[in-house]
Protein backbone atom coordinates (compact mmCIF):
# COMPACT_ATOMS: atom_id res chain seq x y z
CA UNK A 1 0.00 0.00 0.00
CA UNK A 2 1.22 3.62 -0.86
CA UNK A 3 2.53 5.77 1.50
CA UNK A 4 0.92 9.25 2.05
CA UNK A 5 3.07 12.20 1.03
CA UNK A 6 2.98 15.61 -0.37
CA UNK A 7 4.23 13.78 -3.82
CA UNK A 8 1.52 11.29 -3.66
CA UNK A 9 -0.98 14.11 -3.38
CA UNK A 10 0.34 16.51 -5.77
CA UNK A 11 0.75 13.46 -8.02
CA UNK A 12 -2.88 12.45 -7.49
CA UNK A 13 -3.71 16.06 -8.25
CA UNK A 14 -2.04 16.19 -11.38
CA UNK A 15 -3.64 12.99 -12.36
CA UNK A 16 -7.38 13.97 -11.37
CA UNK A 17 -7.27 12.41 -8.24
CA UNK A 18 -8.30 8.97 -9.98
CA UNK A 19 -4.96 6.89 -8.92
CA UNK A 20 -5.70 6.31 -4.93
CA UNK A 21 -6.36 3.10 -4.01
CA UNK A 22 -8.53 1.52 -1.27
CA UNK A 23 -7.38 2.68 2.61
CA UNK A 24 -8.30 -0.91 3.30
CA UNK A 25 -9.34 -4.28 1.96
CA UNK A 26 -12.65 -5.41 2.09
CA UNK A 27 -11.55 -9.41 2.41
CA UNK A 28 -14.01 -12.75 2.72
CA UNK A 29 -13.38 -14.13 6.37
CA UNK A 30 -11.05 -17.22 6.85
CA UNK A 31 -12.07 -20.38 8.24
CA UNK A 32 -10.15 -19.57 11.21
CA UNK A 33 -8.03 -17.05 12.99
CA UNK A 34 -5.43 -16.56 15.94
CA UNK A 35 -7.00 -13.74 17.22
CA UNK A 36 -10.45 -12.09 16.14
CA UNK A 37 -11.30 -8.51 17.63
CA UNK A 38 -15.63 -8.17 17.73
CA UNK A 39 -15.65 -4.62 17.60
CA UNK A 40 -14.25 -2.30 14.45
CA UNK A 41 -14.47 1.05 16.65
CA UNK A 42 -11.54 2.90 17.76
CA UNK A 43 -10.67 0.42 20.18
CA UNK A 44 -10.78 -2.65 18.49
CA UNK A 45 -8.69 -0.90 15.47
CA UNK A 46 -6.13 -0.46 18.03
CA UNK A 47 -6.57 -3.76 19.18
CA UNK A 48 -5.66 -5.11 15.88
CA UNK A 49 -2.92 -2.76 14.55
CA UNK A 50 -0.90 -3.15 18.04
CA UNK A 51 -1.20 -7.08 18.01
CA UNK A 52 0.46 -6.67 14.39
CA UNK A 53 3.04 -4.12 15.27
CA UNK A 54 3.99 -5.04 18.88
CA UNK A 55 3.61 -8.49 18.93
CA UNK A 56 4.14 -10.05 15.42
CA UNK A 57 0.26 -11.34 15.30
CA UNK A 58 -0.95 -10.91 11.90
CA UNK A 59 -3.39 -13.94 11.31
CA UNK A 60 -6.17 -11.27 13.00
CA UNK A 61 -10.05 -10.43 12.09
CA UNK A 62 -11.77 -7.75 12.91
CA UNK A 63 -15.63 -8.08 13.03
CA UNK A 64 -17.45 -5.32 12.47
CA UNK A 65 -21.61 -5.53 12.40
CA UNK A 66 -21.68 -1.80 10.64
CA UNK A 67 -19.04 -0.11 8.67
CA UNK A 68 -16.04 1.22 10.22
CA UNK A 69 -16.49 4.60 12.04
CA UNK A 70 -20.49 4.13 12.43
CA UNK A 71 -20.04 3.19 16.11
CA UNK A 72 -19.27 5.33 19.14
CA UNK A 73 -15.42 5.89 17.54
CA UNK A 74 -17.64 8.55 15.06
CA UNK A 75 -20.14 9.59 17.89
CA UNK A 76 -18.38 11.29 20.21
CA UNK A 77 -17.24 14.96 21.06
CA UNK A 78 -13.41 14.12 20.43
CA UNK A 79 -11.52 15.27 23.68
CA UNK A 80 -8.46 13.96 24.53
CA UNK A 81 -6.92 14.63 28.41
CA UNK A 82 -5.10 12.53 30.76
CA UNK A 83 -5.76 14.64 33.94
CA UNK A 84 -6.45 11.87 36.34
CA UNK A 85 -6.54 11.85 40.08
CA UNK A 86 -6.22 7.96 41.18
CA UNK A 87 -3.11 6.59 39.75
CA UNK A 88 -4.52 3.54 38.41
CA UNK A 89 -6.22 5.97 35.62
CA UNK A 90 -3.62 8.32 35.70
CA UNK A 91 -1.05 6.24 34.25
CA UNK A 92 -3.26 4.57 32.16
CA UNK A 93 -4.06 7.69 30.35
CA UNK A 94 -1.18 9.63 30.09
CA UNK A 95 0.34 6.63 28.62
CA UNK A 96 -2.44 7.13 26.09
CA UNK A 97 -1.41 10.83 25.36
CA UNK A 98 1.72 9.89 24.80
CA UNK A 99 0.50 7.33 22.40
CA UNK A 100 -1.51 10.31 20.48
CA UNK A 101 1.61 12.77 20.40
CA UNK A 102 2.92 10.80 17.77
CA UNK A 103 0.25 8.77 16.06
CA UNK A 104 -0.14 10.47 12.94
CA UNK A 105 3.68 10.54 12.02
CA UNK A 106 3.21 6.40 13.21
CA UNK A 107 -0.33 5.54 11.20
CA UNK A 108 1.20 8.00 7.99
CA UNK A 109 -2.60 9.22 8.35
CA UNK A 110 -3.31 12.47 9.43
CA UNK A 111 -5.26 12.53 12.72
CA UNK A 112 -5.56 15.56 13.48
CA UNK A 113 -4.50 15.65 16.79
CA UNK A 114 -4.52 19.29 18.51
CA UNK A 115 -3.31 20.02 21.51
CA UNK A 116 -4.93 23.44 22.40
CA UNK A 117 -5.44 22.70 25.91
CA UNK A 118 -8.71 21.46 28.48
CA UNK A 119 -9.70 23.68 30.77
CA UNK A 120 -11.81 22.55 34.20
CA UNK A 121 -13.56 25.54 35.34
CA UNK A 122 -14.15 26.10 39.42
CA UNK A 123 -17.16 27.52 41.09
CA UNK A 124 -15.74 27.53 44.98
CA UNK A 125 -13.54 27.03 46.99
CA UNK A 126 -14.24 23.81 47.75
CA UNK A 127 -14.00 23.17 43.91
CA UNK A 128 -10.74 24.83 43.58
CA UNK A 129 -9.14 23.08 46.45
CA UNK A 130 -10.51 19.22 44.67
CA UNK A 131 -8.75 21.10 41.41
CA UNK A 132 -5.50 21.68 43.74
CA UNK A 133 -5.60 18.26 44.59
CA UNK A 134 -6.01 16.59 41.79
CA UNK A 135 -3.34 18.65 39.67
CA UNK A 136 -0.75 18.14 42.61
CA UNK A 137 -1.52 14.32 42.17
CA UNK A 138 -1.07 14.96 38.15
CA UNK A 139 2.52 16.65 38.55
CA UNK A 140 3.85 13.94 40.79
CA UNK A 141 3.00 11.59 38.58
CA UNK A 142 4.67 13.95 36.22
CA UNK A 143 1.25 15.09 34.07
CA UNK A 144 1.37 18.42 33.14
CA UNK A 145 -1.29 20.65 35.07
CA UNK A 146 -1.24 24.52 36.04
CA UNK A 147 -4.31 25.50 38.65
CA UNK A 148 -5.50 29.17 37.32
CA UNK A 149 -7.10 31.45 39.41
CA UNK A 150 -10.09 33.68 38.15
CA UNK A 151 -7.95 36.28 36.33
CA UNK A 152 -6.18 33.68 34.53
CA UNK A 153 -9.36 32.48 33.57
CA UNK A 154 -10.47 35.80 32.62
CA UNK A 155 -7.43 36.09 30.12
CA UNK A 156 -8.12 32.76 28.08
CA UNK A 157 -12.01 33.37 28.18
CA UNK A 158 -13.31 36.78 28.51
CA UNK A 159 -16.43 36.27 27.05
CA UNK A 160 -17.06 34.12 30.22
CA UNK A 161 -19.78 34.77 32.91
CA UNK A 162 -17.64 36.67 35.13
CA UNK A 163 -20.34 39.10 36.40
CA UNK A 164 -21.60 40.04 39.49
CA UNK A 165 -24.37 38.48 38.74
CA UNK A 166 -23.36 35.13 37.55
CA UNK A 167 -25.41 32.20 38.72
CA UNK A 168 -21.88 30.12 39.00
CA UNK A 169 -19.26 33.06 39.77
CA UNK A 170 -15.96 31.40 38.55
CA UNK A 171 -13.15 31.34 40.90
CA UNK A 172 -10.37 29.91 38.33
CA UNK A 173 -9.77 26.23 37.14
CA UNK A 174 -7.20 23.21 36.48
CA UNK A 175 -5.82 23.52 33.21
CA UNK A 176 -3.93 20.47 31.05
CA UNK A 177 -2.12 21.87 27.85
CA UNK A 178 -1.13 18.75 26.47
CA UNK A 179 -4.89 17.92 26.36
CA UNK A 180 -7.13 18.67 23.30
CA UNK A 181 -9.02 16.98 20.13
CA UNK A 182 -8.45 14.62 17.45
CA UNK A 183 -10.72 13.99 14.41
CA UNK A 184 -12.60 11.11 15.40
CA UNK A 185 -13.15 9.67 11.72
CA UNK A 186 -9.62 10.17 11.04
CA UNK A 187 -8.77 8.00 14.23
CA UNK A 188 -10.57 5.08 12.57
CA UNK A 189 -9.28 5.45 9.71
CA UNK A 190 -6.15 5.53 10.18
CA UNK A 191 -6.46 2.62 12.76
CA UNK A 192 -8.16 0.64 9.92
CA UNK A 193 -4.97 1.29 7.19
CA UNK A 194 -2.19 0.67 9.62
CA UNK A 195 -3.75 -2.93 10.85
CA UNK A 196 -4.91 -3.51 7.32
CA UNK A 197 -1.08 -2.99 5.75
CA UNK A 198 0.32 -4.92 8.62
CA UNK A 199 -2.03 -7.99 7.29
CA UNK A 200 -5.02 -7.71 9.50
CA UNK A 201 -8.45 -8.25 7.67
CA UNK A 202 -10.96 -5.91 8.71
CA UNK A 203 -14.39 -7.22 8.53
CA UNK A 204 -17.57 -4.80 7.96
CA UNK A 205 -21.36 -6.09 8.04
CA UNK A 206 -20.38 -9.02 9.84
CA UNK A 207 -22.57 -9.28 13.45
CA UNK A 208 -21.35 -11.62 15.67
CA UNK A 209 -24.81 -13.93 16.73
CA UNK A 210 -23.44 -16.36 18.84
CA UNK A 211 -20.29 -18.03 20.46
CA UNK A 212 -19.44 -22.11 20.16
CA UNK A 213 -17.69 -23.35 23.60
CA UNK A 214 -15.97 -26.44 25.28
CA UNK A 215 -15.23 -26.42 28.33
CA UNK A 216 -13.74 -23.03 29.48
CA UNK A 217 -13.11 -21.73 25.54
CA UNK A 218 -14.79 -20.21 22.91
CA UNK A 219 -13.46 -22.35 19.96
CA UNK A 220 -15.50 -20.21 17.35
CA UNK A 221 -17.79 -17.30 16.45
CA UNK A 222 -20.97 -17.16 14.66
CA UNK A 223 -21.59 -14.47 12.22
CA UNK A 224 -24.32 -13.21 9.76
CA UNK A 225 -21.29 -14.27 7.28
CA UNK A 226 -20.86 -17.91 8.38
CA UNK A 227 -18.75 -19.38 11.47
CA UNK A 228 -15.35 -18.15 12.32
CA UNK A 229 -12.82 -20.45 14.49
CA UNK A 230 -10.49 -18.70 16.97
CA UNK A 231 -7.59 -19.43 19.02
CA UNK A 232 -8.38 -15.72 21.19
CA UNK A 233 -11.34 -13.20 21.17
CA UNK A 234 -10.75 -9.73 22.21
CA UNK A 235 -14.42 -7.58 22.69
CA UNK A 236 -14.48 -4.39 22.47
CA UNK A 237 -17.98 -3.88 21.86
CA UNK A 238 -18.55 -0.55 23.99
CA UNK A 239 -22.32 -0.24 24.42
CA UNK A 240 -23.13 -3.40 23.26
CA UNK A 241 -20.89 -5.23 25.84
CA UNK A 242 -23.42 -6.91 27.76
CA UNK A 243 -25.71 -7.91 25.21
CA UNK A 244 -22.30 -9.43 23.76
CA UNK A 245 -21.20 -10.79 26.63
CA UNK A 246 -24.69 -12.94 27.62
CA UNK A 247 -23.68 -14.75 24.07
CA UNK A 248 -20.82 -15.92 25.97
CA UNK A 249 -22.71 -16.68 29.21
CA UNK A 250 -21.10 -13.55 31.14
CA UNK A 251 -22.98 -11.04 33.24
CA UNK A 252 -21.05 -7.67 33.90
CA UNK A 253 -21.44 -4.92 35.77
CA UNK A 254 -22.18 -2.98 32.90
CA UNK A 255 -25.09 -0.54 31.82
CA UNK A 256 -25.73 0.73 28.38
CA UNK A 257 -26.73 4.35 28.50
CA UNK A 258 -27.07 7.29 25.70
CA UNK A 259 -24.90 9.91 24.91
CA UNK A 260 -26.37 13.00 23.21
CA UNK A 261 -23.54 15.24 21.54
CA UNK A 262 -24.14 18.67 19.70
CA UNK A 263 -22.56 20.59 16.77
CA UNK A 264 -23.66 24.51 16.12
CA UNK A 265 -23.51 26.46 13.25
CA UNK A 266 -20.15 27.31 12.16
CA UNK A 267 -18.86 30.35 13.48
CA UNK A 268 -15.21 32.47 13.29
CA UNK A 269 -12.61 31.26 16.08
CA UNK A 270 -14.44 31.84 19.46
CA UNK A 271 -12.60 28.79 21.85
CA UNK A 272 -9.45 28.09 21.42
CA UNK A 273 -9.15 24.86 23.81
CA UNK A 274 -11.70 22.49 25.54
CA UNK A 275 -13.50 23.96 28.65
CA UNK A 276 -15.69 22.20 30.81
CA UNK A 277 -18.37 23.76 33.14
CA UNK A 278 -17.54 22.77 36.97
CA UNK A 279 -21.31 23.69 38.22
CA UNK A 280 -23.04 21.03 35.75
CA UNK A 281 -21.74 18.21 33.03
CA UNK A 282 -21.02 20.54 30.51
CA UNK A 283 -17.91 20.46 27.86
CA UNK A 284 -17.47 22.63 24.69
CA UNK A 285 -14.65 23.05 22.04
CA UNK A 286 -14.77 24.33 18.32
CA UNK A 287 -13.81 21.95 15.57
CA UNK A 288 -11.53 23.35 12.31
CA UNK A 289 -14.99 23.64 10.26
CA UNK A 290 -15.95 26.49 12.80
CA UNK A 291 -18.91 24.81 14.96
CA UNK A 292 -19.08 24.38 18.09
CA UNK A 293 -19.03 20.94 19.78
CA UNK A 294 -21.53 20.44 23.31
CA UNK A 295 -21.64 17.41 25.31
CA UNK A 296 -23.18 16.70 28.77
CA UNK A 297 -24.79 14.25 31.05
CA UNK A 298 -25.62 10.62 29.47
CA UNK A 299 -29.79 10.36 29.31
CA UNK A 300 -30.82 8.77 32.33
CA UNK A 301 -32.21 5.70 31.61
CA UNK A 302 -31.03 2.26 30.05
CA UNK A 303 -30.98 2.18 26.22
CA UNK A 304 -29.23 0.69 23.32
CA UNK A 305 -30.76 3.50 21.14
CA UNK A 306 -28.40 5.80 18.80
CA UNK A 307 -30.56 8.42 19.57
CA UNK A 308 -31.27 10.74 22.16
CA UNK A 309 -34.06 12.71 24.26
CA UNK A 310 -35.27 16.40 24.56
CA UNK A 311 -34.36 16.97 28.36
CA UNK A 312 -30.73 16.19 28.75
CA UNK A 313 -30.46 18.34 25.01
CA UNK A 314 -32.19 21.33 26.90
CA UNK A 315 -30.04 20.35 30.11
CA UNK A 316 -27.07 20.83 28.15
CA UNK A 317 -28.19 24.01 25.94
CA UNK A 318 -29.00 25.70 29.51
CA UNK A 319 -25.07 24.86 30.84
CA UNK A 320 -23.67 26.19 28.03
CA UNK A 321 -25.52 29.92 28.30
CA UNK A 322 -25.20 30.16 32.25
CA UNK A 323 -21.29 29.31 31.23
CA UNK A 324 -20.87 31.50 28.05
CA UNK A 325 -24.33 34.11 27.93
CA UNK A 326 -22.65 34.76 24.12
CA UNK A 327 -24.14 31.20 23.42
CA UNK A 328 -27.74 32.39 23.21
CA UNK A 329 -28.19 32.98 19.47
CA UNK A 330 -26.44 30.34 18.29
CA UNK A 331 -28.46 27.88 16.46
CA UNK A 332 -27.71 23.88 16.56
CA UNK A 333 -27.06 22.34 13.10
CA UNK A 334 -26.76 18.81 14.37
CA UNK A 335 -27.20 15.79 17.17
CA UNK A 336 -26.56 12.35 17.67
CA UNK A 337 -25.68 9.93 20.34
CA UNK A 338 -24.17 7.14 21.24
CA UNK A 339 -24.05 4.17 23.16
CA UNK A 340 -21.93 4.12 26.42
CA UNK A 341 -21.15 1.22 28.49
CA UNK A 342 -20.99 2.69 31.92
CA UNK A 343 -19.30 0.52 34.33
CA UNK A 344 -20.37 0.41 38.22
CA UNK A 345 -17.41 2.79 39.50
CA UNK A 346 -16.91 4.79 36.33
CA UNK A 347 -13.63 3.41 35.13
CA UNK A 348 -13.05 1.12 32.04
CA UNK A 349 -12.08 -2.66 32.36
CA UNK A 350 -9.31 -4.26 30.17
CA UNK A 351 -9.10 -7.56 31.18
CA UNK A 352 -9.15 -11.44 31.34
CA UNK A 353 -12.19 -13.08 31.76
CA UNK A 354 -13.38 -16.24 33.30
CA UNK A 355 -13.74 -17.97 29.51
CA UNK A 356 -9.53 -18.97 29.04
CA UNK A 357 -9.55 -17.11 25.56
CA UNK A 358 -11.78 -14.36 26.35
CA UNK A 359 -10.59 -11.19 27.00
CA UNK A 360 -12.77 -8.30 27.37
CA UNK A 361 -12.27 -4.19 26.56
CA UNK A 362 -15.37 -2.04 28.27
CA UNK A 363 -16.77 0.16 30.37
CA UNK A 364 -15.57 3.36 28.96
CA UNK A 365 -18.00 5.43 30.25
CA UNK A 366 -17.54 9.14 28.71
CA UNK A 367 -13.78 8.65 28.45
CA UNK A 368 -13.59 5.79 25.53
CA UNK A 369 -12.49 8.24 22.91
CA UNK A 370 -9.54 10.09 24.65
CA UNK A 371 -8.29 6.19 25.71
CA UNK A 372 -8.09 5.06 22.05
CA UNK A 373 -4.23 4.38 21.38
CA UNK A 374 -3.91 3.21 25.09
CA UNK A 375 -6.44 0.84 25.49
CA UNK A 376 -5.14 -1.08 22.25
CA UNK A 377 -1.62 -1.31 23.41
CA UNK A 378 -2.50 -2.95 26.28
CA UNK A 379 -5.13 -4.74 25.31
CA UNK A 380 -3.35 -6.27 22.35
CA UNK A 381 -0.53 -7.15 25.50
CA UNK A 382 -3.17 -8.63 27.57
CA UNK A 383 -4.61 -10.75 24.14
CA UNK A 384 -0.85 -11.51 22.95
CA UNK A 385 1.14 -11.86 26.91
CA UNK A 386 -2.15 -13.90 28.65
CA UNK A 387 -1.32 -11.25 31.23
CA UNK A 388 -2.24 -7.78 31.98
CA UNK A 389 -0.14 -4.78 31.13
CA UNK A 390 1.08 -2.61 33.88
CA UNK A 391 -0.92 -0.23 33.20
CA UNK A 392 -4.38 -2.37 32.99
CA UNK A 393 -3.74 -4.04 35.87
CA UNK A 394 -5.70 -1.69 38.08
CA UNK A 395 -8.64 -2.33 35.34
CA UNK A 396 -9.27 -5.80 35.99
CA UNK A 397 -12.83 -7.89 36.12
CA UNK A 398 -12.09 -8.82 39.77
CA UNK A 399 -11.45 -5.79 41.40
CA UNK A 400 -15.37 -5.76 41.45
CA UNK A 401 -15.40 -9.12 43.42
CA UNK A 402 -12.50 -7.63 45.58
CA UNK A 403 -13.48 -4.25 46.13
CA UNK A 404 -10.37 -2.53 44.50
CA UNK A 405 -12.72 -0.08 42.15
CA UNK A 406 -11.57 2.89 40.94
CA UNK A 407 -13.93 5.50 41.62
CA UNK A 408 -12.47 8.74 40.22
CA UNK A 409 -15.53 10.48 41.46
CA UNK A 410 -16.48 9.11 44.51
CA UNK A 411 -20.17 8.49 43.45
CA UNK A 412 -20.29 4.65 44.33
CA UNK A 413 -21.71 1.83 42.57
CA UNK A 414 -24.20 3.85 40.43
CA UNK A 415 -23.27 4.33 36.11
CA UNK A 416 -25.54 7.26 35.55
CA UNK A 417 -24.27 9.36 38.91
CA UNK A 418 -20.19 8.73 36.86
Known sequence: MAEYSVLSLVRNALGGHKGWIRAWRDPEPKRHYDVIVVGGGGHGLATAYYLARNHGITNVAVLEKGYIGGGNVGRNTTIVRSNYLLDGNNH???HSLKLWEGLSRELNYNVMF???GVLNLAHSD???DAYARRGNAMRLNGVDSELLDREDVRRL???MDFSETARFPIYGGLLQPRGGTARHDAVAWGFARGADRLGVDIIQNCEVTGFERSGGRITAVNTTRGSIGCGRIGMAVAGNTSRVAQMAGLELPIESHVLQAFVTEP???LIDGVVTFGAGHFYISQSDKGGLVLGGDIDFHNSYAQRGNLPIAEHVMANGCAMMPNLRRVRILRSWGGIMDMSMDGSPIISKTPLHNLYLNAGWCYGGFKATPGSG????HTIAEDRPHKFNEPLSLERFA????LDEGGKGP????H
Open 92 to 94: FYE
Open 114 to 116: SQR
Open 126 to 128: GQM
Open 157 to 159: YPY
Open 267 to 269: LKP
Open 377 to 380: WVFA
Open 402 to 405: TGHL
Open 414 to 417: TPKL
